[in-house]
């Protein structure tokens, strides 16, 4: 029993560890007054502060302001669960015309749904475009019903719209997972 109390101490200790703080790279950066008139240089340019981009590279087929993917599915999984169909057809390129043989027809077809859940991860390009017209979507969702609860892992992948303001489901593929 004291061995194990001693073999668990080393994992306790590294559990507990915080990881270093993160370093804010939008910080203002401080300037002198004289700075205004004076010409740039080659060392300035080397001295600049890193800036994060305003658009992420990989969602820069649409508008600025347009949704990210992962919230579009979002909001697509809230119609599902509030059986909206307009809504939720709403978010495909075609919507499907029968649901039974949507490509998330698993999803479609749980009845007395409670809850519904989920998680998607990074999008990833699909085309070799730059900027990408065809995005991946990994996900995972989890369906409460009075049945019981209902896992499926798979993708959604996501193009611009005609107009290139917001992302639409061009496909999808989910699959039923055990836990």
Known sequence: MRRTLLLLMPLVALGCSRPPPAVDITAPVATRPDDARRQPT???D???PLR???VLPL???VADDAEPPGDMLSRYMTDLLNRDRAASDAAWTFPPADPRRADDAALRQLDNVRALRLRSQTPVAVDGKHPSQLLEVPVQVRAVTADG?????GWYRVQPNADGSAWQIQSAQLRPSLD
């Open 52 to 54: 994060p981009p305003t």
């Open 59 to 61: 969602l820069a087929a």
């Open 149 to 153: 609860t209902f896992r499926f892992g």
């Open 42 to 44: 080659a060392a300035d």
């Open 46 to 48: 080397e001295a600049a």
